[in-house]
């Protein structure tokens, strides 16, 4: 699997980030970490770790918060520390940001996994990209 990204991130690429507040970069990863990460997130959706928390109210809906799962699921935490996640944020992120790297699925589960990465300035703002795995 691909440790850094498959294609560069442009400076545009990063002043349209910290100027419209989110970004969407294509084809940073190989179909290898597509994969794992549908498999990854399947399993968190079948198996949700201890802090998880259900949002969805609606019969037939599902909105699975599992907050610090990448700390306890081997497959979420080798995305994080082994894809070109952190890479990318750093790229994105001005000097001295916080990152947080998380995820969603559609309610077809992990059929499209959804990677966030928000880079947090010292201003606040908080702009956000999101990986269309």
């Not at 198996?47 to 909105?63: D, H, I, M, S």
Request: with cysteine; net charge negative; hydrophobic share 50%.
């Amino acid at each position: 699997m691909n440790a850094h990204p498959l294609a560069p991130i442009t400076d545009e690429q990063v002043e349209t980030f910290w100027r419209d507040g989110a970004t969407c970069l294509r084809g940073l990863f190989g179909t290898e970490w597509i994969e794992h990460m549908r498999a990854a997130v399947e399993d968190d959706l079948a198996n949700p770790g201890p802090l998880a928390r259900e949002y969805a109210t609606k019969q037939g809906q599902r909105f699975l918060g599992d907050i610090g799962a990448w700390a306890v699921k081997p497959g979420l935490r080798q995305f994080v520390e082994q894809s070109p996640a952190a890479e990318i944020a750093a790229r994105l992120a001005a000097e001295g940001a916080a990152v947080a790297v998380n995820y969603s699925a559609s309610k077809a589960g992990a059929e499209r996994v959804v990677a966030a990465i928000a880079a947090i300035n010292t201003s606040g703002a908080v702009p956000t990209m999101l990986l269309l795995l």
